[in-house]
């Protein structure tokens, strides 16, 4: 249930030098969100900030109560995250969440796959604690465009049995992509169920592989959001959920991914309509930061996506 609350910053640090990190008191949201879910933060006061900005949950410590905490983590992409950058300890902020569906985890113990791509792979740490606090097993592949751009690759080496990390130029890990490696870590590690997040591109080819292996993938998509709660239809994305009855291909359906997401089944995205996008700017308006969609103009200092921000 979306709740609105004000938060204290417990703490501000960085992780690298690319990205912030907020730990906020929130009991609020830390004792119901689930993985995959995301928040609404304000950021500021004045005319710029009539959108509120989404953000993935990166880590939650539930404390019991007043005490429980949830951590977000963000690069600079415009005047939205730079206003948070500039807060410290007992700042106060004002929150919107959980929002959105998140993950669906595995009812039996399982071997999880988890697939993220730079600031994208935000909400699969707090999946991985999930998963491994149910007994599950976790192993992961963690890429980005180069070793600046990796979410905190030293704590990936403490939650998976079976790691694998790429980079784009090779400054880290394996040269190539996340599904250069995908394939074959799918069948080293006999996975039951892939989690991915990161880029629409990285996901479309996470989806067709999973889809060539029949393994099950859940994604969690990064659209541009202006409200959070179902109403604007900024953050659509088209699905097509089965068969007919008569065996044809069912009609394609457009789904909010601030509701009916932002976590789908991979297998059902329709990822050659939802990949029309450019790369002519990222931004604050989804919790990723994911590239404008073709025919929509973002400005380059403009902010509006989660799983990252």
């Known amino acids: 249930m979306m709740r609105m609350s004000s938060g204290e910053i417990l703490s501000h640090k960085k992780y690298g030098d690319a990205f ?3 730990t906020i008191v929130a009991p609020d949201i830390g004792e119901r969100v689930v993985p995959g879910q995301f928040i609404n933060i304000r950021c500021g006061r004045d005319r710029s900030f009539i959108l509120r900005r989404p953000f993935s949950v990166y880590r939650v410590h539930k404390r ?14 415009g005047p939205g995250t730079r206003y948070l950058s500039e807060l410290r300890s007992h700042s106060i902020v004002d ?28 909400p699969l740490f707090f999946l991985a604690d999930e998963l491994r606090n149910d007994g599950h097993r976790v192993d992961v592949i963690l890429g980005a465009r180069s070793s600046r751009l990796l979410l905190n690759p030293i704590d990936v080496r403490r939650l998976a ?10 400054s880290a890990g394996e ?3 996340v599904t250069d490696a995908l394939s074959e870590m799918i069948d080293r590690c006999e996975s039951d169920v892939v989690y991915t997040c990161g880029p629409h591109p990285m996901l479309a080819a996470v ?5 060539d292996k029949k393994a099950p993938v859940q994604v969690a998509v990064e659209e541009l959001m202006g409200c959070g709660f179902g109403v604007c239809m900024t953050c659509v994305i088209p699905v097509r959920p089965g068969k007919s009855r008569r065996g044809n291909a069912a009609e394609i359906s457009y789904q909010r991914s601030c509701t009916d997401g932002p976590v789908f089944n991979g297998a059902s995205v329709v990822w050659d309509a939802a990949t029309d996008i450019v790369s002519s700017g990222q931004s604050e ?11 929509v103009v973002v400005d380059s200092t403009g902010e509006h996506a989660p799983p990252g921000n």
């Open 95 to 122: 929150l919107m969440g959980p929002l959105g569906r998140g993950f669906t985890l595995p009812k039996n113990r399982a071997h999880c796959l988890l697939v993220g791509g730079g600031i994208g792979a935000a």
């Open 64 to 77: 019991g109560g007043w005490a429980s905490t949830i951590e977000i983590v963000f690069d600079l992409r």
């Open 285 to 295: 308006l989804s919790p990723g930061g994911t590239p404008a969609r073709q025919g």
């Open 175 to 177: 040269k190539g992509r």
């Open 20 to 22: 912030h990190s907020l």
């Open 207 to 211: 989806a067709g592989v999973c889809v």
């Open 161 to 170: 049995s079976v790691y694998r990390i790429t980079t784009d130029d090779g």
